[in-house]
């Protein structure tokens, strides 16, 4: 795979640890050739701050196909009543600062330092993007992720008032419907991605779906408000 072709500091594991785990590597850097490369090949980092980086590709990877997405009554009337204001690209670092911060019962955060200037440099040559939920201009909410092909790669999404993130992701799917996304990249399980219409596939769809995607354009205006 091309992401481990870029320098000799990364250790694979022992043959069959990315089988039960998704661990494919340690180590490495986050520079964007690296974190480009890895997307493309169905990986990404994830790690605690002090620990080396870890490289994942989960078996079964979960996901989201754009046209199966679920919007209950709750967030209908949400957009009825015009709760929030939705922009894109208009506030990146104020996204991944709030998607930092702790969650409750959780005492620190897997972003790091060095992961919030990586994909700040992504954002900065146009390959991360942000979708933010502004409530009385307040950012009350959001989410990041990458954009390559026609595949939509998400990292990490927050909110500070009910609903904000769920009513910037609705925004974002029904805008990459419009593009011809074919896929959202979810990563691994959780209970409020599920609620929207997100599923597990097993890692080999993941790769022949991701392949396809990735032969396609990546749409030069999904983030103009």
């Given at each position: 795979m091309p992401?481990?072709?870029?320098?000799?500091?990364?250790?694979?594991?022992?043959?069959?640890?990315?089988?039960?785990s998704g661990v494919l590597a340690v180590g490495g850097d986050l520079s964007p050739e690296r974190l480009v490369a890895a997307y493309r090949s169905g990986i990404f980092p994830w790690y605690s701050d002090g620990d080396p980086i870890i490289w994942w590709s989960p078996?079964?990877?979960?996901?989201?196909?754009?046209?199966?997405?679920?919007?209950?009554?709750?967030?209908?009337?949400?957009?009825?009543?015009?709760?929030?204001?939705?922009?894109?690209?208009?506030?990146?670092?104020?996204?991944?600062?709030?998607?930092?911060?702790?969650?409750?019962?959780?005492?620190?955060?897997?972003?790091?330092?060095?992961?919030?200037?990586?994909?700040?440099?992504?954002?900065?040559?146009?390959?991360?993007h942000s979708v933010e939920a502004w409530k009385d201009d307040v950012l009350a909410g959001g989410l990041y992720g990458l954009s390559m092909g026609a595949c939509f790669f998400g990292e990490s999404m927050f909110a500070r008032a009910p609903n904000a993130s769920k009513a910037a992701f609705i925004t974002l799917v029904k805008r990459l419907i419009e593009t011809g996304c074919m896929l959202i990249d979810c990563q691994v399980y959780t209970a409020h991605l599920e609620s929207l219409g997100a599923r597990h596939i097993s890692r080999e769809e993941y790769i022949d779906i991701l392949r396809d995607g990735l032969k396609r354009e990546t749409p030069s205006d999904l983030w103009r408000d």
């Open positions: 992401i481990f072709a870029l320098n000799e500091e990364v250790i694979f594991p022992p043959v069959g640890l990315a089988e039960p078996n079964p990877r979960f996901v989201l196909f754009p046209e199966e997405i679920y919007v209950s009554k709750t967030m209908r009337q949400v957009f009825r009543r015009d709760i929030f204001r939705i922009t894109f690209d208009r506030n990146f670092r104020g996204v991944i600062e709030g998607c930092r911060e702790p969650r409750k019962k959780e005492r620190g955060t897997w972003i790091t330092d060095e992961m919030l200037e990586a994909y700040m440099r992504l954002h900065e040559q146009g390959v991360a």
